[in-house]
């Protein structure tokens, strides 16, 4: 989560097509290992049930969603985290509803 938190700089140079082309350029290589930690993060966060590593799990997608320049990679990825949310907020416990909101509040207010 460390390394996540200070790696806006490094992940804004992400950029994603959908063309293929036989270069393989640093942005693009940068764009597939954001998409590989989004995928990682999702996964993580349905599969895993322990309340304490889910916290740092929606931490470190948080994180994720805060550096990862949305505008220059392909729609999809915001809705995947937003999907998640639902069973957050319907849980009976604070705790869970508290994990949405910490979730919640990057996609629906990201820094510029």
């Known amino acids: ?5 200070g790696s806006k700089q490094f992940l804004a140079v ?5 063309k293929e082309t036989a270069f393989q350029s ?3 290589t940068v764009a597939a290992m954001v998409r590989e930690l ?15 590593a889910q916290t740092q799990g929606i ?10 320049p949305y505008e220059r990679m392909l729609p999809g990825y915001i809705r995947a985290f ?6 957050l907020r319907r849980s ?3 705790s869970y509803k508290q994990l949405a909101f910490l979730l919640g509040h990057p996609l629906l ?3 510029p």
């Open 1 to 5: 989560m460390e390394l996540l938190s």
């Open 14 to 18: 992400a950029t994603e097509s959908t």
């Open 26 to 28: 640093h942005s693009s």
């Open 38 to 52: 989004h995928r990682g993060v999702q996964k993580f966060l349905t599969l895993e049930k322990v309340a304490k």
């Open 59 to 68: 931490r470190c997608a948080c994180a994720l969603i805060g550096n990862t």
């Open 82 to 87: 937003s999907k998640m949310l639902s069973p």
């Open 92 to 94: 009976k416990g604070t």
């Open 109 to 111: 207010c990201p820094l």
